[in-house]
Every structure is written in C-alpha cells, then in structure tokens.
C-alpha cells in the first residue's frame, strides 16, 4: 500500500485461478464502517501493481452514512490478474475501452468501441424489439432482438395438439440504470402481445448489461406468470433475432455446444465427404471455418456442381430432460428432418456466422432449467432466424393447474386434519401460481467472422460458470456483515469433526441434485424437505414433504457455509437457490403479492403465503457479493409488505382467537418470531439499499417497541398499526414457538443489535436466548410457568450460545455446547451420518441416502454449528467427551 491508501479489500477468483481472458466482470465488496463516505477515491488495482479503469457504486451505507457494500465492474481484458480495492489519491486510470449511452430522437445507443448496440424508444413502429440492432465493427450481426412465445388454450388428454396462438414482445419502458464508464445497464420492460387479437400478458423485464471492451452482452430476463392456469398453457417462450447473412452457403457455419465441452459444427453447404474432392485447402478452410478459397483454385469436379449439393437450412436441438438431447436439420420447410446427432446435457449456445461476421445466444443453465431448444432457420437466404427457446415448443406446454382436486377440504378444520396426515396445508383458490416469476440469465455474442472453435469453448465455459471476483472471506469477516459467523479452522480435533460434517452434509446435497434430477424450468435450484426410506425416494409426491421453498432456511445454511469457505461449487449451489426461491417461491404481483410459499409438492402449492418465505433475509447476500440488479428488484418489491397481513392472516387457521379476531389496520396480530423477522430483514436491506426513511423508521420503532413489552420477544405476537408502523406495547403475555427463531430472526437480530443501538432491544433478545432452553425452573423464575413449544433444540442452540458470548457466561457455553450435542427433534445427534448406496431393482438409478438427515436436519445443524463455533468456538472442549 501507498502512504495514502486508507483501505485494503483483498480479492479472489471464485474459481481459484484467474481465466485466460475475460469478457468483463461485476461483484460487490463490503468497506469498513465510517471509513468511505465517497467513491471518489476508490480505486482497483492489481496486487503489487498499478490501478486499472473501474466503475464503482454504492449498493448499501452503514448508519453513518459511509459506504458499507460497493458494486464493482472491470471490463473486458485477455490478462486479468489479482486485484485489490483500494483509496489512493492519484487519479483513476482512464481507458480507450469505454462504454458510453447516447439517446437519440427514436433510440438509446451504447457504444464500446467494438459494439454498437442500439435500443428503440417505446412507441415506435418496431416496439416489439427488446434491441433494434447489434454492430461490431460496422456491420449488423443482429437486429430485431426481441421475445416470442406461443399460448394454447388446452392439453389434449389423448395427447394430441391444440390450436396456438403466436404472440411477441411489445416493449413499454426503456432506462438506462448506468451509463459508463465501464458499465451500462439498460431496463426493458414489457409484456406479450398476441400477434392476432389484442390480448396481453407475461410481464417482463429484461436487463441488458454491456462492459467495456467486452464482445458480449449479459442478458438477465425476468418473467411474472399472469395467466389463468385451466385455460392458458404456455407451449414456447423464447428470444429470437435476425441475423444478416452475406457469404455462400459453404461459408456459412453453425455451432451449437454439445455435453462435455463438444460441439457441433457444421457449415449450410458441406464440402466434405462428397464423392468428389474440392482440395485440402479447401476442406481444412471450412472445417476451421475460415473463408474458402476462391472457387477457381478449387478443384473443378466440385465448383461447376455446387448445385448439385443441398443446403441445410434449418436445424433444431431440443433438451426436453436433464438427460438428453437430440439435433436435427433439414433442407428448408416443407421437407423431411434428418437426425443430425444427440447427447447427455447441451451447454445452451448457439450461433450463426460467415466471414463478415455472426452472432450466438447463449442460455445459462441450459439443461438444469429443461425443457430448452435451439432453433435456426433460413440458413439458405439474405437472413437467418435464430431463436433460443427457455421453454420449448416441442415439450409438453406448460401447465400450471393444482395437483389436486382438494379431496373434500372445504373447511379448517378438514384442512388441518388432512395436515396431519400429508403435511399439506391445502386451501381451496390458494395453489394458484399467478404472480411467481421466473429469470434467465443468457448472453448475446457479437462475432467479428466465424471465430475459431476454441475461443467458442472459451466462451460457453465462461457463459456457464461465469467468471466472479469475490471478497476473501478473511475481509468478509473482519468487515463485520452478515452477523455471526467466522472462517473455517480447523485447530483442534472436536473443530475438525464438526467442520468435517458440515462439508459432509453440502456434498451430500450437491450430489443429489444430479442423482435425484432436480432440475426442470420451475424446479432448478429447489432442494427437497423430507426423505421416504422405504421408497428411497424423497417424498417428491407427499403434500408438504416435497419441495423445500426455504423451509427452515437451507438459503442460510449455504450461504453462511459459502461466506466461510470460500467453496465456489457452494457459491453456485447459493445463487441457483436464491434465483429460483426468491422468484418461484414468491408473489411478484397479484393477491399475495409480497408473500411466500410453504413447502409443497408445486411450489405454488401451499395456502400458507408468509413473509417467511420471501423474506430478503435470504435474497440479500446475492445481491451484495454480485451487485445483481434483479435481486435488488426482489429486495425493494417487499417495502410493503407488511400491507398483506390486511388481507392475508399467516396463522388463520390455528389462532386461539379465530373467532373474535378480524384483521384491524390499526392492530393487526404480527408474530414476533417469522413475521417480524421477515420485516425486519425487509426494512433493514431497504433503509441500507435507499435511504428510505419510512423502512428505517419502521425498524427502529419497532425495536423500540419489542423492547417496551413486558416479556420482549416472548411475547409471542403483537398488535401491530400499519399507519405509525409501530407495536402496541402493553400487550401481557408469553408465548413461543419452535419455529420463530429458524427462519433468520437469529441472523437478523444479530446483525441489528451489531449496527444500531435500540435501548433494551438487546437485552430483549438476549433474554430471550437464555430462557428458550432453560430449565423449567429458571423458566418459571422469569415469566411465571415454564415455556412450552420448545423444540428443535439442537438448532436454538445458538440461542445459547449468543446469551452465553453476550454475558460471558462459561456455564451458559458449556450448555450451549451440551445442547448441540444432544438429540433434538428432527436434528442430527453426534453427526451420526451414514452413507448409503441403494442400486436397481430397489430403486430407478443408483443413489445415495443418509437416514439420519432432511432438509430441515442439515439446514439448522449447520447454521448451528456455523453460529456456535463463532460465538462460542473458545469454550468448545478439544476433544469428544
């Protein structure tokens, strides 16, 4: 460091090394409290090195006002290296790479030197394109960009076809969110317009993101479903374009990327294998896709008959599972389809080009989010059509009914019977998927000539594990974000053992990702609940024992355990989760916008629709380690959330007071457990994020209020008046659940009490640590009888464990340690894990299953031993007792 550096935020390669070459990259990093209040100063260089051109912005203050999270961009370079954020006083590095954002009277162009991509203002005669067009080098590689789909109105029970209807994008708003230097980020947002009718539907919105230098542009698109689920049945939803095509067909090449790293590679009129040879020179030439020789040093037996050879026009790929893909061509409609290859799991890219230039999509997480295709079309003429399907037409249409017929369950109390049988909380209108959401990440590839396969294996590497610039976790930690938590070690032997089981436990659920095949278009990145040995399946079919949907905060788990280690295969493992729980699992729009749903065999499924759920507890940590602007939509999108307990009571069902109690604006029943700490997540990334005051005030006063009732958080439930966004707080009495404290209020309330000090709002929350796994005795000592709905105690644990560090209290650790220890409902006793191998003909596929462990088991056990090594890792006995 200079003598003017004040800050030092060291950084690595997610996945280790530095690549070859990059095509830009964007992360964030947490500063220091109280020590950057501007950017102006903040610098990126490389270790042992000069500063290099950045882009730098806030995504959160601390309380003071200073910078606590900072977005970050690099742009595109063929040696990136090891870099560090630091302050200096010189001035930044200026670059001849620079992106800058101009409007016109009908058009927002970006430019970068190499690219010139161009957006049309809405209202005009092409507002069905997301991008008017995409230049490199002068010359259009793609135009009309824009979304398509296809709705039919029925699923043939015979399994025939229905009549469809074609509709396209029909842009409304374009905003440009950043404008350079080294990064722009352009807002398009939308819906579907039916090509016959007036008819609209599928909001969308679409953000492009360009770097400087970069040859590619990331795409991050975003869905709501808004349909009626017994009459609309989306049967393809995909982005097209039109690229110009300027050479012969035998310079024109296709490359669509296989399993493996292969490929598929073939130009529109082949020269090889025919009966006649055209030359080496020129076989070679094509093969490598480089310009042909002119035809008269070709040999004559070929160039005087190149009528005779047929053009392929068109050809399609099609992932319809996780498990295989098939490729076939044709000549040009109207004719025959030929079988042209097949594989395991393409990796979703495809591209068209000719000497003067192409262009390629590719579609992250291709075959996880099945069923996908990849078309290409009018290969032969002036212009082809390329479009990347993220639902395919060829695959069953969507169909988004309930399951179910609600076998009778028309009242509560038939409903809460049925739980106990399914652990399906079922309702009647309540399995209704209007208003969850779903985003793709794909990038547009803007090539100068058909470029060597190589630099396309490049490409679709890093389109598929993108490359990412991270925080260590050293500095993450000694930052002080994200509450109580610390790096791996591995110092004594009782540290190793539990550190052993926690890298036992994620292993365990990165393999049965794969073998159970949890993947597909409204699945991929949900994990499942609970197991069913004698099936050895999990309970994929059983009520609420299917998908997960955050239950017990697997979100957490993963994203501590990345925070910690550092493990990219975890980090993936976190942000697929975050992408599909906070766009699936929750409401974007609609009835139960702002709320989440239970775990259930569709995801939409279940009638309880709580903060819970959607909570930004779980969302945030993707946001602030990549600066994702999505994400930060999820996280502002929830400001109001707290309107929805008008209109949607989380416990209706199991109130004592379910006769008398109306929901009142002015005393609305808010739990203190998973509700208030789900508004309390919310206000706080709200209050960091943008200032607002409404979020901060509401925080604060609340804390305030909490710490005012007579029994603190034991209280239970308090009434809540939605205008002042503030508690009653003469409300006397005690209640708990086993549930209040597992859905982020320790991680929340920990990080609260760490930024702002609300007098008597720790003390509230340390009370409430102490008593929960108290004795009886000391239980009835503070609040008069003993608690009961204790439960899962091996999880709150660290309840414990935060009273003991708190208090200092080494009896207080030591119960910590002995409760961690012990047999807890559902938890895991002793790490008693035990893996084991079921083969056919028990089961369809060889897997693995560990008896001991569900969702619920390995989420909270290691969100326990992650909090207690950190709080109380000194008073941890060295060995087994």
Not at 813 to 820: Q, T
Request: net charge negative.
């Amino acid at each position: 460091m200079t003598a003017h550096d004040t800050l030092r935020v060291p950084l690595r390669w997610l996945d280790g090394d530095a690549p070859d070459t990059i095509d830009g990259v964007t992360w964030g990093a947490p500063l220091p409290r109280g020590l950057v209040h501007s950017l102006d100063d903040v610098r990126l260089r490389e270790v042992d090195g000069d500063a290099v051109p950045a882009q730098f912005w806030p995504l959160a203050t601390w309380p003071d006002g200073s910078v606590k999270w900072v977005g970050c961009a690099l742009g595109a370079t063929d040696h990136p290296g090891r870099y560090e954020i630091v302050t200096a006083a010189e001035p930044a590095p200026s670059s001849t790479a620079e992106v800058s954002v101009t409007r016109t009277d009908d058009a927002i162009v970006v430019s970068t030197g190499g690219l010139r991509v161009e957006f049309s203002e809405p209202g005009g005669p092409d507002s069905s394109s997301l991008l008017r067009s995409i230049r490199r080098g002068g010359e259009i590689v793609a135009e009309n960009i824009r979304l398509v789909s296809l709705l039919q109105s029925d699923i043939p029970e015979d399994g025939g076809s229905a009549p469809r209807a074609h509709f396209a994008s029909h842009v409304q708003t374009v905003d440009v969110e950043q404008a350079g230097p080294v990064r722009a980020v352009i807002r398009v947002e939308g819906t579907h317009r039916a090509e016959a009718g007036d008819r609209e539907w599928l909001t969308f919105t679409v953000r492009f993101v360009i770097l400087a230098g970069a040859e590619s542009v990331r795409v991050v698109h975003t869905f709501l479903w808004d349909g009626d689920a017994d009459s609309d049945f989306l049967a393809g939803l995909g982005v097209r374009a039109d690229v110009p095509l300027r050479a012969e067909p035998h310079d024109r090449h296709i490359r669509l990327a296989g399993s493996d790293g292969g490929f598929f590679s073939e130009a529109v009129r082949g020269l090889t294998g025919l009966r006649r040879d055209p030359g080496a020179d020129v076989r070679s030439a094509q093969i490598a896709g480089r310009p042909t020789p002119p035809l008269e040093q070709w040999d004559a037996t070929v160039s005087t008959r190149l009528r005779w050879i047929p053009t392929w026009g068109d050809i399609t790929l099609t992932q319809l599972s996780a498990d295989g893909f098939s490729i076939r061509k044709r000549t040009a409609p109207g004719h025959a389809w030929i079988d042209a290859g097949a594989g395991t799991r393409a990796d979703g890219y495809v591209a068209v080009s000719d000497p003067a230039g192409g262009f390629g999509i590719g579609v992250r997480s291709f075959w996880q989010s099945h069923p996908g295709q990849l078309d290409i079309r009018g290969m032969d003429g002036a212009t082809a059509t390329l479009t990347a399907w993220l639902h395919a037409p060829e695959a069953r249409p969507m169909d988004m009914r309930f399951y179910h017929d609600g076998l009778g369950q028309d009242d509560y109390a038939s409903q809460l019977d049925a739980l106990e049988i399914t652990y399906e909380d079922y309702e009647p209108g309540f399995g209704d998927a209007h208003g969850i959401a779903r985003t793709h990440e794909l990038t547009l590839f803007a090539l100068e000539a058909t470029p060597a396969i190589e630099s396309v294996a490049r490409a679709v590497e890093h389109l598929q594990r993108p490359p990412l610039l991270q925080p260590t976790p050293e500095h993450l930690h000694a930052v002080g974000v994200f509450g109580d938590w610390s790096p791996v070690s591995r110092s004594t032997p009782m540290q190793e053992e539990i550190e052993d089981s926690n890298d036992f436990l994620l292993s365990f659920y990165l393999g049965q990702i794969d073998q159970r095949r949890w993947y597909g278009f409204w699945n991929y990145g949900d994990v499942m609940h609970a197991y069913d040995l004698d099936r050895h399946v999990w309970r994929y079919d059983v009520g609420g024992y299917a998908w997960d949907n955050s239950e017990l905060s697997p979100d957490l788990w993963l994203w501590y355990s990345y925070l910690r280690s550092g493990r990219a295969d975890v980090f993936r493992l976190a942000e697929a989760m975050t992408r599909h729980t906070g766009e699936v699992d929750v409401y974007h729009s609609g009835r139960w916008k702002g709320l989440g749903s239970r775990h259930n065999v569709q995801h939409w499924g279940c009638s309880a629709k709580q903060l819970r759920i959607s909570s930004p507890i779980y969302r945030r940590f993707l946001h602030y380690l990549t600066a994702d602007e999505r994400i930060g939509d999820l996280l502002e999108e929830l400001r109001d959330s707290d309107e929805r307990f008008l209109d949607t009571d989380p416990t209706r069902k199991v109130r004592e007071d379910a006769a008398t109690y109306r929901p009142d604006r002015h005393a609305l029943a808010v739990g203190l457990g998973t509700d208030w700490g789900a508004l309390a997540a919310t206000w706080l990334a709200d209050w960091e994020r943008t200032g607002n005051t409404r979020s901060r005030d509401r925080l604060l006063g609340t804390m305030a209020d909490i710490a005012e009732l007579p029994h603190g958080f034991l209280t239970g439930e308090a009434l809540y008046d939605l205008e002042s966004g503030r508690f009653d707080t003469t409300r006397d009495r005690v209640s708990v659940s086993h549930l209040s404290a597992v859905f982020g209020l320790v991680e929340v309330c920990s990080e609260l009490i760490s930024l702002v000090d609300v007098p008597g709002f720790a003390d509230a929350w340390a009370d409430y640590c102490r008593l929960f796994l108290a004795s009886p005795e000391e239980q009835e000592r503070a609040v008069g009888a003993p608690l009961s709905g204790i439960h899962l105690e091996q999880a709150h644990s660290r309840l414990t464990a935060y009273a003991a560090a708190r208090s200092g209290d080494p009896e207080l650790a030591a119960r910590a340690w002995r409760e961690f220890e012990g047999v807890g409902e559902w938890l895991v006793h002793r790490r008693d894990f035990t893996l084991r191998r079921v083969e056919g003909p028990a089961t369809l596929r060889p897997v693995d299953e560990v008896p001991s462990v569900s969702t619920n088991d390995a989420a909270q056990y290691g969100l326990a031993l992650i909090q207690n090594l950190a709080l109380i890792g000194d008073a941890l006995p060295e060995e087994r007792s």
